[in-house]
């Protein structure tokens, strides 16, 4: 992390000779030489072409810093691959230099001549037949710039973050690895709802790295050369690839191991960070061999991405409609209540009782830092008004559009735009639970979504706001059948800034557990 900060700090003077250099000249009326790569990139239209002084005005040259590594085999053929930092903006293509490329180390900074070159497109695009005559490297620097992506984002902006060092949390390797599996030719990812090929050339050192079920990867990002519908990315070493992959979940774990009890969506004054989530424990968990995640969703309708429509990768979707606690750490016993929230872990907001004491196995700053690899900083992660919200509970950390949580609490308003489409099959799949079904109970039919067939169970939206209640969620499970006896109904607890932690845990409309 330090590295990459050093390399930070020197963007604002890089920053600098960039913009020097490519302003045009107004007193005496000359264009700059240099062109950025970003308007290298927008003179392609879709048809290979010449690179004219009248397309380039004027211009004959483009600078970037060299990311492919060419000493790791795991290159396309030929090819050197830059990118140029501006304010505020990332863009990078490719290079057509032949045996050269194995001239030139990841960092360096480099002057490449462009004038009359031909710009081409084979998957990805690429500047063709430059020389090495064409290229002076003019610096060097000790680390490369890299953007965390959602594969979501990378297909909504494809050609801004091509030939860009990027990194992907979170992906599943689709279909699952068989034993013994390589990451040698191309190996597909699932992103949330989107594909993203990763290519290994059988030439890379880690070629025979076996194949992980999920995993964080990191790499050269290009338009896949065989699949112009797809976008690949090029790991540039083993240790760009990082084994991520849940445990096997034990077969004895059963039914509902853990449910929702409980939460606070609106505690008084500001909600950043004092949002917080009741559960309880069926069965005795060690989080840290069997891990759990809860995503919370608020769907107000200017949320990103998709706003105003449904989500376009369900859970996994991100952005500000659904963020990821990851339970990892720590343990709960049979029958205890524990919780999951803001890192303030107040019981009604700011200077009201502390929750510290209370078994608390993920709290995260969200407001400021997001959530744990789903999920931008966020003030509000479950709405106080308007479209539905909720909660959902996976076993594992890794989701993905497909992934089908094991409870769900939803409540709000009615809406269905931001919710469900049931022609284009988008929205939030449901656990089979007290209140909602994955099939219509009678006819049998699918309904995988929220708010589609019988699946229209929320908990309303309480007023007065802004007072902070507790959202107690009463039923009765049996811990030996691992089912609901009394279906979980809710009641709105009136907290103070004083109220004990204690109000949490006790009381007619707390859920209990009968064998």
């Given at each position: ?16 000779l960039l913009q020097a250099c490519e302003k045009r000249n107004f007193l005496d009326g000359t264009l700059s030489p240099y062109i950025t790569i970003e308007d290298v990139r927008q003179i392609h239209k879709g048809t290979d072409i010449q690179m004219t002084a009248e397309l380039l005005n004027q211009a004959q040259q483009t600078r970037g810093v060299v990311i492919s590594n060419t000493q790791s085999g795991n290159v396309p053929e030929g090819m050197m691959i830059v990118q140029q930092v501006q304010p505020g903006k990332l863009h990078g293509i490719a290079l057509k230099v032949g045996d050269i ?415």
């Open positions: 992390m330090k590295k990459y900060l050093n390399y930070i700090f020197l963007l604002p003077l890089l920053m600098f490329a194995a001239n030139y180390r990841v960092g360096d900074s480099i002057l490449v001549n462009i004038s009359n070159k031909q710009l081409k497109r084979e998957g990805f695009l690429y500047v063709d037949a430059v020389t090495a005559a064409d290229i002076e490297v003019v610096a060097t620097v000790s680390q490369i710039y890299r953007r965390n992506l959602t594969a979501s984002a990378i297909y909504q902006r494809p050609n801004e973050f091509e030939g860009t060092y990027v990194q992907i949390i979170g992906g599943e390797m689709f279909p699952r690895p068989e034993p013994g599996q390589t990451f040698s030719g191309v190996k597909r990812m699932v992103n949330g709802a989107d594909t993203l090929n990763i290519r290994t050339l059988p030439s890379a050192p880690f070629a025979n790295l076996s194949v992980p079920r999920n995993i964080n990867v990191q790499g050269i990002l290009l338009g896949d050369s065989e699949n112009a519908a797809v976008m690949a990315i090029w790991p540039r070493m083993a240790s760009d690839i990082l084994d991520i992959s849940d445990p096997e979940i034990p077969g004895d774990l059963g039914a509902m191991p853990l449910v929702f009890t409980g939460y606070c969506a609106d505690p008084q004054g500001g909600d950043g960070n004092y949002e917080y989530i009741q559960l309880r424990a069926n069965v005795d968990i060690n989080f840290a061999e069997i891990p759990f995640a809860v995503v919370t969703t608020n769907n107000a309708g200017g949320n990103q991405p998709n706003a105003g429509a449904p989500p376009g990768a369900g859970w996994a979707t991100g952005g500000a409609r659904t963020l990821k606690f990851n339970l990892t750490e720590g343990s709960v016993r049979k029958g205890e209540f524990f919780y999951v929230g803001g890192h303030q872990r107040r019981i009604n907001g700011a200077n009201s009782t502390s929750l510290a004491e209370l078994n608390w196995v993920r709290a995260i700053p969200y407001a400021t830092s997001g959530g744990d690899g789903l999920g931008n900083s966020n003030s509000n992660i479950l709405a106080n008004s308007g479209n539905a919200s909720g909660m959902a509970l996976f076993v594992g950390t890794n989701i993905n559009e497909a992934t089908v949580p094991i409870d769900l609490v939803m409540f709000g308003g009615s809406g269905t735009a931001t919710i469900v489409d049931s022609v284009n099959n988008l929205g939030y799949r449901v656990a089979n639970n007290d209140h909602y079904r994955p099939f219509h109970p009678e006819t049998g039919q699918a309904q995988p979504f929220f708010s589609m067939g019988t699946n229209q169970y929320r908990i309303p939206h309480f007023l007065p706001a802004d007072v902070g209640l507790f959202i107690q969620l009463g039923g009765v499970f049996n811990t030996t059948t691992r089912t609901w006896e009394t279906a979980r109904s809710y009641n709105a607890k009136q907290l103070t800034k004083q109220s004990p932690a204690s109000d949490l845990e006790v009381g007619e409309f707390v859920t209990r557990q009968t064998e």
